[in-house]
């Protein structure tokens, strides 16, 4: 005894776009759940000094159009940038510089200043122009 009509097809429920729903969440979430250490560990007991923690300020290099050169705004000759710079960057912990170069200064000034400054010991460099 056959109940089902010949020539009706079956429904048959398509699940593709249901998957595609899924996936997409699944990687939503992936990419939004925070992992374990990707925190700041902070000290809140209050130990150490609030003079350690306080921010240096920044170290500046300066190279003005006519090609001299300044740390700090104090005027410096550029054959001793090298020993300037060593004995400001020894007493610091962080061993960045920020390099302002004027527009017109000479693309081979620019890469001696930054040589220079590299051999006296600076790691990080942002460049202002």
């Known amino acids: 005894m056959n109940l089902m009509k010949r020539g ?11 998957i595609d729903v899924v996936f997409l969440l699944l990687i939503f979430f992936m990419l939004t ?4 250490g990707q925190g700041i560990e902070i000290n809140l007991t209050g130990e150490g000094s609030t003079a350690n923690n ?17 740390i700090n705004e104090v005027n410096i ?3 001793t940038l090298v020993p300037e710079l060593e004995s400001k960057l020894t007493s610091r912990k962080d061993k960045s ?14 890469v001696r200043v930054l040589d220079l400054a ?5 790691e990080n460099f942002s460049i202002i122009r």
Do not use: C, W
């Open 8 to 18: 009706k097809k079956r429904f048959r429920l398509d699940i593709t776009p249901l």
């Open 33 to 36: 759940f925070s992992v374990q």
């Open 54 to 70: 306080e921010p240096e300020t920044p170290l500046t290099l300066k190279v003005n159009e006519m090609g001299s050169v300044s």
């Open 77 to 79: 000759n550029i054959d």
């Open 97 to 110: 510089l920020m390099v302002e170069i004027h527009k017109k200064v000479p693309y081979e000034l620019f």
């Open 118 to 122: 590299k051999k006296a010991g600076a």
